[in-house]
């Protein structure tokens, strides 16, 4: 309320001050040109001048007022179109989020011929124009999109490879990606869609070719590249023992696989599995015997025991002896007494072979054991604990056997 008052009398003082001055002196303003003449005081001019340039301002105002009504009201006007674009945006980003893949592609292409920057609205209408199987439309979106930004062709083309992939067309986004390689040798993501493509492929063969690339761009964690190095040489070595139908060629070709290996990989229990047991499917026993053993003798490993007394050396007491001795340090594994279970078996020590089988199956219940003790005990004529084992190993092998309903008899 002082502040009113202060207001108040501020203004009263200025008029009475402008008062006074007219009051003293009303001064004179003369302007001629030519003809033309302009004659007054100087405070009327002053008061002529404030007029204008009230007049001035509202005029512009007025003007503004009209222009911006009618851009609310025209629908054609600039700034309706971009209210237009701007729900188009948010209809089809929530659209392709949600599935609705239709809706999607119709808001996201109106959005992207609208806009300065499109890529992403053509992605997405590519996107869901290839969920609904509009192939040909798919392809025709992802090249209006390089039309309009051919400096994005790298994007383009990896979201290109990757639709290709979901609608099953494995060759065309290979072919896309080599382009993409050879044009970004050292691009990351091109590298990561690549390796992931062979791998579903089964291209083995090539996932290696690509390994020091994929070191090299550091394009996978450490962990993940030795995982990957390691299943894709044992894939490999699947391959290469499968290539030829006549079992000597399949031998060879493993063979000249496995000597491709570094001396550290032949040293790796996964990479020494994976050779010992095509070894022992092309039925070069011997020879997986003595891999496995030399593998066990330089570092014991489970997984290796027990493919261990699934090959047949040439000698079986010396295998059963070498495995005994395993045993000293490593007593309570189960692979391991299974396996002496099943030397046991091959040598016809049937009490040694009972005794190894039911140590392993009270260190751990497993199918394998199970199946090897039931065939043992029906041998000897224990057929109610045989069978017992059997079913036992059964559930082993899928417990979700034991969980499902049984069918109920048809009622004729």
Not at 85 to 99: K, M, N, P, S, T
Request: include cysteine.
């Amino acid at each position: 309320m002082k502040r009113l008052y202060v207001i108040v009398f501020v203004v009263i003082a200025a008029a009475a001050a402008l008062g006074l001055a007219i009051a003293e002196h009303s001064g004179y303003v003369l302007i001629a040109y030519k003809s033309f003449r302009y004659e007054s005081s100087l405070w009327a001019t002053l008061a002529l001048m404030v007029v204008l340039w009230l007049v001035f301002w509202g005029i512009k105002a007025l003007i503004e007022l009209v222009t911006t009504s009618g851009g609310v009201v025209n629908p054609w006007s600039r700034r309706n179109r971009s209210r237009r674009v701007q729900v188009a945006i948010e209809h089809g980003q929530l659209d392709l989020a949600e599935g609705r893949w239709a809706s999607a592609q119709r808001h996201l292409y109106r959005a992207a011929e609208a806009e300065r920057q499109p890529l992403l609205y053509y992605l997405g209408a590519a996107r869901a124009a290839n969920e609904q199987g509009h192939y040909e439309e798919s392809d025709n979106l992802l090249e209006r999109a390089l039309e309009r930004q051919p400096q994005a062709e790298l994007a383009i083309a990896l979201n290109h490879a990757q639709l290709q992939t979901d609608r099953g067309d494995t060759e065309g986004a290979l072919v896309t990606l080599q382009a993409m390689h050879e044009r970004h040798p050292h691009n990351v993501q091109t590298l990561r869609q690549l390796q992931r493509l062979l791998q579903q492929r089964g291209d083995w063969s090539a996932v290696i070719r690509l390994l020091p690339e994929l070191r090299k761009d550091k394009v996978l964690p450490p962990a993940e590249l030795a995982e990957l190095e390691r299943r894709a040489w044992g894939e490999n070595l699947s391959l290469a023992a499968h290539r030829e139908e006549d079992g000597t060629v399949g031998l060879q070709s493993l063979n000249r696989a496995w000597q491709q290996l570094t001396a550290a990989q032949r040293q790796e229990p996964q990479l020494v599995l994976a050779y010992a047991d095509q070894l022992r499917q092309l039925g070069a026993q011997v020879e997986a015997e003595e891999v496995l053993r030399a593998a066990l003798k330089r570092k014991y490993d489970s997984h290796l025991a027990r493919l261990y007394g699934l090959v047949r050396g040439s000698d079986p007491a010396r295998q059963l002896h070498t495995a005994e001795g395993w045993l000293k340090e490593h007593p309570a594994d189960p692979s391991l007494l299974l396996t002496l279970g099943r030397l046991c078996l091959q040598s016809s020590l049937w009490g040694k072979a009972r005794d190894y089988l039911e140590s392993s199956l009270r260190v751990q219940r497993n199918p394998e054991a199970c199946a090897e003790l039931a065939r043992l005990l029906a041998q000897l004529g224990d057929t109610e604990r045989s069978n017992q084992l059997f079913q036992e190993g059964l559930g082993l092998l899928d417990e979700r056997l034991l969980a499902a309903p049984l069918p109920v008899p048809a009622h004729a």
